[in-house]
């Protein structure tokens, strides 16, 4: 009777305790995800609408416009030196 009893107790921390946090994990990490995306609509981006208009100097000095791009593919590169 004993033996039992044992691998009842035993349920609870082998399978249900793991099945909790893991349910948690993933409810958490859901909600950091859907919370990241409402920043990125918030700043105005929007999937598959036009980019607002950049302008500046290449390395030359030349002056462009992201517009003059349009159509094509084109990747900004950010770069700090700080």
Do not use: C, H
């Not at 004993?2 to 107790?9: A, E, F, I, L, Y």
């Not at 598959?48 to 517009?67: N, R």
């Amino acid at each position: 009777m004993t033996n039992g009893n044992v691998k009842q107790q035993g349920f609870l921390p082998q399978i249900l305790v793991p099945t909790i946090i893991g349910l948690g994990v993933l409810i958490g990490w859901r909600y950091l995800i859907n919370q990241g995306n409402r920043g990125a609509s918030a700043a105005g981006s929007r999937v598959g609408q036009i980019a607002p208009e950049i302008s500046g100097q290449d390395i030359a000095g030349v002056a462009f416009k992201l517009s003059d791009y349009r159509g094509k593919v084109v990747v900004l590169d950010f770069w700090g030196d700080w």
